[in-house]
């Protein structure tokens, strides 16, 4: 069993920037893949980026491209989520989710929220403008 725990939300003004955490226990990441969601109130939920851990190969919702940054440290069996720039728009709670599969390359599974096997509870970000 693995246990999702995210931190490193907060309020932040536009333009600002956040790093956000997802610490795994239980089970090592190393051949799994990991995505952040979020969804704000009254929205629906959105994928935001996921990275396959062994490979490094990630994934970005255009929205977010050029501006949040996914990525993972072996040691500390953690994956991140540098989010710069940040927009009004971007106010949401966060959640990863990892899976026991990796995603295939142009595959469109990592945006999904059933395809991965495991969540955590959540970090709120806000961004005021």
């Known amino acids: 069993q693995v246990q999702l725990v995210e931190s490193g939300g907060g309020l932040v003004q536009a333009g600002g920037s956040l790093r956000l955490s997802c610490a795994a226990s239980?089970?090592?990441?190393?051949?799994?893949?990991v995505g952040w969601f979020r969804q704000a109130p009254g929205k629906d939920r959105e994928s935001v980026a996921a990275?396959?851990?062994?490979?490094?190969?990630?994934y970005y919702t255009d929205s977010v491209k050029g501006r949040f940054t996914i990525s993972r440290d072996n040691d500390k069996n953690t994956v991140y989520l540098q989010m710069n720039s940040l927009k009004p728009e971007d106010t949401a709670g966060y959640y990863c989710?990892?899976?026991?599969?990796?995603?295939?390359?142009?595959?469109?599974?990592?945006?999904?929220?059933?395809?991965?096997?495991?969540w955590g509870q959540g970090t709120q970000v806000t961004v005021s403008s």
């Open positions: 989710a990892a899976r026991r599969r990796l995603f295939l390359p142009g595959s469109s599974s990592w945006r999904r929220w059933g395809e991965y096997d495991y």
């Open positions: 239980g089970r090592t990441f190393s051949s799994y893949a």
């Open positions: 990275i396959n851990w062994r490979v490094g190969s990630t």
